[in-house]
C-alpha cells in the first residue's frame, strides 16, 4: 500500500513554483515594451473572454472546438480541484472522484489531439508541438491512477509509474512559460485576454481603427521590437501556431512572402533574442528559414524580417477575424511600415509616387480636385455649400477620377434622385481621406489630409455621408474621431436599402438577371462589420445570391486593399485571380461588388470571367426596367 497524497502535493507546489518563476523570467521579456494602459479589472474578465469571445472564434471548426473544451475544459479543472484538495490538503474522496472525471475529460480531448496530429493539416506547426498529446495524455494518466486508485490498491511501482508520468505532464504545463515552449501559450494567452491592447473587442465593438501617433513627440512606428507596447510583445507570446491566420492570408495564397504565423513568431523571436531557426511550421514563401534573427533593441527590418514580407500585406484582417487567440497582426504590420516609410523613407513600387501627390495635390493621381466631379456634369447635382442644410453629403473618394467607378457613382446619383433625397456633393472641397497613406505607414500625410478634411467638413450643416467607398467609410467613421471628428457615415447600399423598406423606390425586380454571387469588401465587411445590407438590397431585387465558400466576415480579399497594388509585391498568382476563382466556383455569371478597389481589383482579371457590377449599378437598371 502507497500513500501519494503527498507526492501530490510536493509536485503541485513544485510546479506552481517553476510557474510562477518562469512567467516571472517571461515578464521581464515583455516588459521590454513601451508602456500601456493596464486595467487590473481585465483579470476578472477572463472567464468570460476566454469561455464566450475567445471560443467564439474555436467554434468556426467543430472538430477543434470539441477537443479545446475537452482538453483544456479538463485541465482546467483538474488543476482546479488539485489546488483544492492536494495544495490546500483537504484529501476529500469526494474531490478526488471530481478530479478523475476531469482528467478523464482531458484524456479523451488529448486523444482528438492525437489524431489531428497523426494527419496535420499544411497550417499546423510541428516540432516542439508534436509531443503534446503524449505530454498532455501523461499528465492526465498519471493523475488518473494516481487519484483514482485507493491507496491499497496502489503497489510502490504504480504509484512510481502514475507520479513519474505526472511529472512529466506537470514539467510541460509548468516550464513552458519560463522556456517558451509550446505550452507557454497557456498563460500567456490568459493574460493576453486580460490585458488585451484592444479590450473593446470584448464589449462587442468592432475596433479597427489603427492609432494615432503622436507625431510632435517623434513617434515615428517600430523600428526594433520594444518599440511595441509590453501587451502586444505578450500577445505574440499568446500564438498556438493553428495557423488559421496563414490559411486565411490572400498573400500567402499567392506565394507572396508573407506568413502572418512566421510573422508573430518572427516577433517573439526578436523581442527574446533569438532566431528562426527552432521554427518549424510553413515558411514566408521564397524565403528560407533558419537565416533570421533579432534581439530587443535591434532593428527588425531586413535582420528578423524582409521589407517584402510587411508590403505584402492587404491589411485585409482575415488573420485578425480567424485567430482564436485574438492576435492583432495588421496593428503589428502597420506599426513596422510606418516606421519604414516616415524613419527611412523606405517604400516599393509606386507608393512613393501615390504619397507624393497626395501631399501635392490631395489626390492620389495628381488630378485637379476640381475635376473630381466632372462625372456629374450633365446630372444637375447640388454642390454643398455653408449654410445651406442637406441630409446626406455624398463624399466620392478616389474612385471619382477612374471611368469605370464613375458609372457607379452616377448609377447612385440617379438612385438618390428616383428616392427624392435631398442630398449633395462636396464638389471641389473633397479631397482624399488619407486611408491609402495610413496603411502605407504615412501617417504624417494621413493626419494632415484628415485635419483638412475636418475642418472642411465642419463649415457645412449635414445629417450623414453616404459613400459607396468601404475604404472613405473607415476612415471617417473609424479614425477620425481620434482627431475630433464625428460623424455618422453610412455606405450606399446601406442607403438604397433603407430607401427601398421605407418604399422610396419603385419595387420593380431585376430581369433576366444569370447566377450572381456577392463579393464583400474587407473594409466594409470585417472593418465595418457591414454584410447584410448589400444582401438585402440584392434579395429585395429578386436576386438568389450564390455563395462562395469564403463570404460574409471570412471573405477572402480582392487584394486591392493596403496600398497592396502600389507596393506591388511579386507572387505565384494574383490575389484577385484566386477570388475569381471562388465566384467560377459557384457557377456565378455576375459578381455583385461594393467598392471601387474590389471593382479595379476583380476587373482587372485576364481572360474569360463574371461580369463584375456595382449594386448601385444593379438598382439603377431596375429602376429603368419596365414596370
Excluded at 516588459?31 to 474555436?58: C, I, N, T
Excluded at 495557423?243 to 504565423?261: H, M, R, T, V, Y
Excluded at 462636396?426 to 495610413?438: H, I, K, S, V, Y
Amino acid at each position: 500500500m502507497v500513500a501519494v497524497a503527498p507526492a501530490i502535493t510536493v509536485l503541485f507546489w513544485l510546479a506552481v513554483v517553476t510557474l510562477a518563476i518562469g512567467l516571472m523570467r517571461r515578464a521581464m521579456l515583455w516588459r521590454v515594451g513601451q508602456a500601456a494602459p493596464v486595467e487590473w479589472s481585465g483579470l476578472l474578465a477572463v472567464p468570460k473572454r476566454y469561455f464566450v469571445d475567445l471560443h467564439h472564434v474555436v467554434a468556426r471548426d467543430p472538430y477543434i472546438a470539441r477537443t479545446h473544451v475537452a482538453t483544456a475544459g479538463g485541465a482546467i479543472l483538474a488543476l482546479t480541484l488539485v489546488a483544492l484538495n492536494y495544495g490546500l490538503g483537504f484529501y476529500s474522496r469526494l474531490l478526488d472522484w471530481g478530479i478523475v472525471l476531469a482528467a478523464a475529460v482531458m484524456l479523451a480531448g488529448v486523444y482528438f489531439v492525437w489524431q489531428r496530429r497523426r494527419h496535420p493539416p499544411a497550417r499546423l506547426s510541428r516540432g516542439a508541438w508534436e509531443r503534446l498529446p503524449f505530454t498532455l495524455a501523461a499528465f492526465a494518466f498519471g493523475l488518473l491512477v494516481a487519484v483514482a486508485l485507493p491507496p491499497q490498491m496502489l503497489s510502490a511501482a504504480i504509484a512510481a509509474v502514475a507520479l513519474f508520468l505526472l511529472l512529466v505532464g506537470s514539467a510541460e504545463l509548468a516550464l513552458g512559460i519560463g522556456a517558451g515552449a509550446p505550452m507557454k501559450h497557456a498563460v500567456a494567452g490568459l493574460l493576453h485576454l486580460a490585458f488585451h491592447p484592444r479590450p473593446e473587442r470584448f464589449a462587442g465593438v468592432r475596433s479597427t481603427a489603427l492609432k494615432a501617433l503622436d507625431l510632435d513627440r517623434n513617434e515615428f512606428g517600430i523600428n526594433a521590437p520594444n518599440d511595441f507596447r509590453w501587451n502586444q510583445l505578450l500577445s505574440f507570446d499568446a500564438c498556438v501556431q493553428c495557423g488559421k491566420c496563414e490559411q486565411s492570408c490572400p498573400a500567402f495564397a499567392a506565394g507572396q512572402p508573407l506568413n502572418p504565423k512566421k510573422l508573430i513568431q518572427d516577433l517573439v523571436a526578436g523581442f527574446s533574442g533569438s532566431n528562426d531557426a527552432g521554427y518549424a511550421g510553413s515558411p514566408y514563401p521564397g524565403i528560407a528559414i533558419g537565416s533570421h534573427g533579432g534581439a530587443p533593441s535591434e532593428a527588425i527590418v531586413p535582420k528578423l524580417i524582409e521589407p517584402q514580407t510587411l508590403w505584402s500585406c492587404t491589411t485585409c484582417r482575415a488573420c485578425v477575424e480567424e485567430c482564436p487567440m485574438l492576435i492583432e497582426h495588421v496593428d503589428a504590420i502597420v506599426g513596422m511600415r510606418r516606421s519604414l516609410n516616415l524613419a527611412r523613407g523606405e517604400v516599393p513600387g509606386t507608393a512613393p509616387d501615390v504619397l507624393a501627390n497626395l501631399r501635392e495635390t490631395d489626390t492620389q493621381g495628381g488630378y485637379a480636385t476640381a475635376s473630381r466631379y466632372n462625372w456629374a456634369i450633365d446630372l444637375d447635382v447640388p454642390t454643398a455649400e455653408p449654410g445651406k442644410p442637406v441630409d446626406l453629403l455624398l463624399f466620392a473618394g478616389e474612385g471619382a477620377f477612374d471611368m469605370r467607378y464613375q458609372r457607379t457613382l452616377r448609377s447612385l446619383v440617379k438612385i438618390l434622385k428616383a428616392a427624392n433625397v435631398d442630398f449633395a456633393v462636396l464638389g471641389e472641397r473633397e479631397r482624399d481621406t488619407g486611408d491609402t497613406a495610413r496603411r502605407l505607414g504615412d501617417e504624417a500625410s494621413f493626419q494632415a489630409l484628415a485635419k483638412r478634411n475636418i475642418a472642411m467638413l465642419a463649415t457645412l450643416d449635414f445629417d450623414r455621408i453616404v459613400t459607396s467607398d468601404p475604404h472613405v467609410l473607415h476612415s471617417l467613421r473609424n479614425e477620425y474621431p481620434a482627431f475630433g471628428g464625428r460623424y455618422a457615415v453610412v455606405h450606399h447600399t446601406a442607403v438604397i436599402d433603407e430607401l427601398m423598406a421605407r418604399g422610396k423606390l419603385p419595387s420593380r425586380k431585376l430581369q433576366d438577371v444569370g447566377a450572381l454571387t456577392y463579393h464583400d469588401p474587407c473594409y466594409l465587411g470585417r472593418y465595418n462589420g457591414e454584410i447584410e445590407a448589400p444582401r438585402s438590397v440584392l434579395r429585395r431585387l429578386g436576386v438568389t445570391v450564390l455563395e462562395m465558400e469564403r463570404s460574409g466576415l471570412r471573405a477572402r480579399c480582392c487584394g486591392g486593399g493596403g496600398g497592396a497594388p502600389l507596393t506591388d509585391i511579386p507572387g505565384e498568382r494574383r490575389i484577385p485571380d484566386m477570388r475569381m476563382g471562388d465566384a467560377h466556383a459557384v457557377g456565378a455569371e455576375i459578381v455583385a461588388v461594393a467598392c471601387p478597389q474590389c471593382t479595379a481589383m476583380l476587373e482587372g482579371v485576364a481572360g474569360a470571367r463574371a461580369e463584375v457590377l456595382d449594386i448601385a449599378e444593379l438598382v439603377a437598371a431596375s429602376l429603368e426596367a419596365p414596370s
